[in-house]
């Protein structure tokens, strides 16, 4: 079953669905019908509906989605008390089995190439070099801070915009790719900060200052700035200051990728675009939306290669707890909270409350 008229602003037209076989209905009844509810945005994920899907689950029913769970994990309670297994996009492990089923990096390829366009929309110059019987342009320059899946996709987009693209990261292992990629990988006087499965770890802020120091001097060349900076679960970095965006040239743009999790600039205003002394810093939020189309697509096939790993071949369901990638996306079950940073969130979080 399908909400009707839920593809349709993606591409996807209620037609589409039928002729496969598939049955439309209201969003209450495909809640009621189903035992399996697949979303984009789960409970935690959706500011805007997600309060009213929270009273429409029953207990048994699986869930799959993005869920925010280390950043919602009262949702995450709230869908433990109701008796729904809750599987959470988020969580799936970046491991060689489970990179199929990795929607974080599908999304994060598109707002990687989403944050660039828009770079190279409000930038008030050119992005590739060009040779006109009225003189020769100079291509842009573009900077990535942060390059993980995102990053390496706006490097890969600004360079076939025909920028100068250079990039740093905390984990100095990323050198190599941001160089395959023919980027410059920008070299900082200060320690890697690389953390266990890939991921960045949490600095000092001792750290950040030093970090923020290094980095002001090559933001003045800049004419783009991706900002990607992300540590699970927590706060963004911020990486430029108020102070250091007033260092940067009139004219220049920051995109600020992690705008919905606080910025990596102090200036950043999510969902807005801030003028500050001639820079501008874009603030955009679910970038993926952009192009809802291969969104959809990707996020799709992500869904059912985990599904297929819960349903046997005669359509059963089972979920083996003894396959880690089920184990590890799975955050309540049988009327609990069943993972462990979660617990310890809400653990922390009635302490302090
Ligand atoms: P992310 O969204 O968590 O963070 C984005 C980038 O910001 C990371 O590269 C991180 O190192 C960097 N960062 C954090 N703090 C920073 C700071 N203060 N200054 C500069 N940069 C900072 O990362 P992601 O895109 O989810 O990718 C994380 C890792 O996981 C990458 O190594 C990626 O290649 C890897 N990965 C592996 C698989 C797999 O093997 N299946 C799948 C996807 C991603």
Avoid: W
């Avoid at 209905?25 to 979303?39: D, K, L, T």
């Avoid at 995450?76 to 990179?99: N, Y």
């Avoid at 004219?251 to 002394?277: K, P, Y």
């Amino acid at each position: 079953m399908v909400e009707s008229g839920a593809g349709l602003d993606a591409g996807f037209p209620d037609e589409e669905y039928s002729k496969r076989g598939v049955r439309l209905a209201s969003r209450a009844a495909v809640f009621e019908q189903s035992g399996v509810i697949v979303q984009a945005r789960g409970p935690g994920a959706n500011p805007e509906r997600g309060a009213d899907d929270l009273s429409s689950v029953r207990s048994g029913q699986l869930m799959i989605g993005f869920g925010e769970p280390l950043t919602a994990p009262r949702e995450c309670a709230d869908l433990a008390s109701r008796g729904v297994s809750f599987f959470a996009m988020e969580l799936v492990p970046r491991t060689t089995r489970a990179q199929a089923m990795d929607a974080l990096s599908s999304m994060a390829s598109i707002a990687g190439y989403e944050a660039v366009l828009i770079g190279a929309a409000t930038l008030p110059k050119l992005m590739p070099m060009m040779m006109t019987a009225a003189g020769t342009i100079t291509p842009a320059k573009v900077l990535i801070l942060g390059a993980g899946v995102a990053g390496l996709q706006a490097i890969a987009t600004a360079r076939r915009l025909g920028a100068v693209v250079s990039a740093y990261d905390v984990r100095s292992a990323v050198r190599e790719q941001i160089e395959s990629l023919g980027a410059k990988f920008i070299v900082l006087d200060i320690e890697s900060a690389e953390g266990t499965g890939g991921y960045a770890k949490a600095m000092d802020e001792a750290y950040y200052k030093r970090q923020r120091e290094l980095l002001a001097a090559v933001l003045k060349e800049q004419d783009v700035v991706i900002t990607t900076a992300a540590v699970p679960g927590r706060k963004a970095p911020i990486l430029i200051t108020k102070e250091m965006a007033e260092q940067m040239q009139p004219g220049a743009v920051i995109v600020d990728i992690a705008a919905e999790r606080g910025g990596n600039c102090e200036l950043t205003q999510a969902g807005e675009t801030v003028v500050h002394n001639g820079v501008q810093i874009v603030g955009p939020v679910n970038l993926a939306s952009r192009a809802p189309y291969h969104a959809s697509q990707m996020y799709a096939t992500n869904v059912v290669n985990l599904l297929k790993l819960m349903v046997n071949k005669e359509g059963v369901l089972n979920i083996d707890l003894n396959d880690d990638i089920i184990r590890e996306t799975l955050v309540t079950h049988e009327g609990k909270v069943v993972n462990a940073r979660v617990n310890e969130l809400l653990g922390a979080g009635v302490a302090s409350a």
